[in-house]
């Protein structure tokens, strides 16, 4: 599967400034196989990959003096490859597991920067508040599920992919639909690389829901890790239940009948830490930073992965992949999710606006940033006349130039509206950050 990361790796690769990578990213992302590929694709010797969690006795490596020389000499030596700095990809996989590997990674930038490091892992911010951590000898890059765009060159929809990359425009109805057609299949398959892999070999939609299942027990095994930070039980709780409230503003005591709002804040704390759910703050459009506002008790959320969403929800797919528009699918949360996974790629961070007053409330479903201006989004079927707390906002922020209301339309313009709208699949090249 091509990721687009790839290219991020290559320019870290490649870059003068380089320092060890620490790539981030909730478990089942592909981390490990698109870490693994670039090495050997790459770097002339290959990647030599060191995994912590197969190989716990590798862990001694790192006791005692963090030589790099010393550690590069001993992994060559249990490993039985020679490591060639420049021509070889050094990748400690799992390096949650051995704290001490973290601490090393210091040394290698200092003493033996030639050297290309990557180290990948889970749960990574709770090691680091235990340790001795490298600020400012090492550089870090977040790892999502894949697009859908990734998703369509994973399937072998070369060129579909290739126009959604592009800029946002109108469409023969042809084509339009059929790549409605094949978002829909991403709606309920998701973006996880084993549930599309589980997919393309079988071409069945029901082998990537049997993958979501495994993947859910393996989550809410992790969950046990976390005692005493968090109740186990509680944390699958809220894991689940987020998933039933996507599109809605959140209050803790939705989330769990059984356990105290203290211990359900917890719970939905670490669930944003580890990546599988993230908060989406309430924030004022001001100015930037979006995140300089946000608010600590008005939020919603989004899941890592809308085919993780869909199975832990429970919906009944035989009635709802019948649905012809998208924007009905289990009632709009299904839209509401793709567009929170797709920004999260695009910009790494969600806010929303929210205006709470008495008999007047107004709700703008996402704020994201380009070039500098903020942007308002909507996530909506109707038209623009439905869209009153859209042409709320743009009234109480006049620097806020045009709004976007991605939805099954067709691309449109309402210039004396300050309006775009825009198909879902045109999401993430509507707003990447260096677009």
């Given at each position: 599967?091509?990721?687009?990361?790839?290219?991020?790796?290559?320019?870290?690769?490649?870059?003068?400034?380089?320092?060890?990578?620490?790539?981030?990213?909730?478990?089942?992302?592909?981390?490990?196989?698109?870490?693994?590929?670039?090495?050997?694709?790459?770097?002339?010797?290959?990647?030599?990959?060191?995994?912590?969690?197969?190989?716990?006795?590798?862990?001694?490596?790192?006791?005692?003096?963090?030589?790099?020389?010393?550690?590069?000499?001993?992994?060559?030596?249990?490993?039985?490859?020679?490591?060639?700095?420049?021509?070889?990809?050094?990748?400690?996989?799992?390096?949650?597991?051995?704290?001490?590997?973290?601490?090393?990674?210091?040394?290698?930038?200092?003493?033996?920067?030639?050297?290309?490091?990557?180290?990948?892992?889970?749960?990574?911010?709770?090691?680091?508040?235990?340790?001795?951590?490298?600020?400012?000898?090492?550089?870090?890059?977040?790892?999502?599920?894949?697009?859908?765009?990734?998703?369509?060159?994973?399937?072998?929809?070369?060129?579909?992919?290739?126009?959604?990359?592009?800029?946002?425009?109108?469409?023969?109805?042809?084509?339009?639909?059929?790549?409605?057609?094949?978002?829909?299949?991403?709606?309920?398959?998701?973006?996880?690389?084993?549930?599309?892999?589980?997919?393309?070999?079988?071409?069945?939609?029901?082998?990537?829901?049997?993958?979501?299942?495994?993947?859910?027990?393996?989550?809410?095994?992790?969950?046990?890790?976390?005692?005493?930070?968090?109740?186990?039980?509680?944390?699958?709780?809220?894991?689940?239940?987020?998933?039933?409230?996507?599109?809605?503003?959140?209050?803790?005591?939705?989330?769990?009948?059984?356990?105290?709002?203290?211990?359900?804040?917890?719970?939905?704390?670490?669930?944003?830490?580890?990546?599988?759910?993230?908060?989406?703050?309430?924030?004022?459009?001001?100015?930037?930073?979006?995140?300089?506002?946000?608010?600590?008790?008005?939020?919603?959320?989004?899941?890592?992965?809308?085919?993780?969403?869909?199975?832990?929800?429970?919906?009944?797919?035989?009635?709802?992949?019948?649905?012809?528009?998208?924007?009905?699918?289990?009632?709009?949360?299904?839209?509401?999710?793709?567009?929170?996974?797709?920004?999260?790629?695009?910009?790494?961070?969600?806010?929303?606006?929210?205006?709470?007053?008495?008999n007047s409330s107004a709700e703008v479903d996402f704020l994201a940033v380009k070039q500098g201006r903020i942007i308002p989004v909507e996530v909506k079927s109707g038209s623009?006349?439905?869209?009153?707390?859209?042409?709320?906002?743009?009234?109480?922020?006049?620097?806020?130039?045009?709004?976007?209301?991605?939805?099954?339309?067709?691309?449109?313009?309402?210039?004396?509206?300050?309006?775009?709208?825009?198909?879902?699949?045109?999401?993430?090249?509507?707003?990447?950050?260096?677009?």
């Open positions: 599967m091509k990721r687009y990361i790839e290219d991020k790796l290559i320019a870290w690769k490649n870059s003068t400034r380089r320092k060890p990578l620490i790539l981030r990213g909730a478990r089942q992302v592909g981390k490990t196989h698109t870490v693994t590929k670039f090495g050997e694709k790459h770097f002339s010797c290959g990647v030599l990959h060191v995994d912590l969690e197969k190989n716990p006795e590798w862990h001694k490596i790192f006791d005692g003096s963090l030589d790099p020389v010393r550690m590069k000499n001993e992994l060559e030596l249990l490993s039985g490859k020679k490591i060639n700095t420049g021509e070889t990809l050094l990748f400690f996989d799992e390096i949650q597991r051995c704290p001490k590997a973290i601490m090393a990674l210091r040394y290698f930038y200092e003493d033996m920067p030639e050297l290309h490091v990557i180290a990948a892992g889970s749960l990574l911010e709770f090691i680091f508040s235990d340790i001795s951590f490298p600020v400012g000898r090492v550089q870090f890059l977040k790892m999502f599920p894949l697009s859908f765009s990734e998703y369509l060159l994973a399937i072998n929809n070369y060129k579909l992919s290739e126009f959604i990359d592009g800029p946002p425009q109108d469409a023969s109805n042809l084509i339009h639909n059929k790549i409605f057609e094949q978002l829909k299949q991403y709606f309920f398959i998701g973006g996880l690389p084993e549930a599309v892999k589980a997919y393309v070999e079988t071409n069945s939609i029901r082998e990537s829901f049997e993958v979501h299942k495994e993947i859910c027990m393996s989550y809410k095994e992790d969950f046990a890790k976390y005692s005493p930070k968090s109740e186990p039980r509680c944390m699958e709780q809220v894991f689940t239940n987020t998933a039933r409230f996507v599109g809605r503003q959140i209050k803790y005591s939705h989330l769990s009948q059984e356990f105290s709002i203290p211990t359900i804040h917890k719970a939905f704390d670490i669930l944003c830490r580890i990546g599988v759910i993230n908060k989406i703050p309430s924030c004022q459009a001001d100015g930037l930073p979006l995140g300089a506002t946000t608010s600590t008790k008005i939020f919603k959320a989004s899941m890592v992965d809308i085919g993780i969403m869909q199975h832990l929800c429970g919906m009944p797919v035989d009635l709802e992949y019948q649905k012809a528009d998208l924007m009905s699918i289990y009632d709009g949360a299904m839209a509401e999710q793709f567009i929170a996974q797709e920004l999260m790629i695009a910009q790494e961070s969600l806010y929303y606006w929210s205006r709470q007053k008495k623009s006349g439905r869209l009153r707390s859209l042409h709320l906002f743009l009234q109480s922020y006049p620097h806020c130039q045009e709004g976007y209301v991605f939805s099954s339309r067709p691309y449109s313009q309402l210039l004396d509206q300050k309006l775009k709208f825009i198909p879902l699949y045109f999401c993430q090249s509507a707003l990447k950050i260096d677009s």
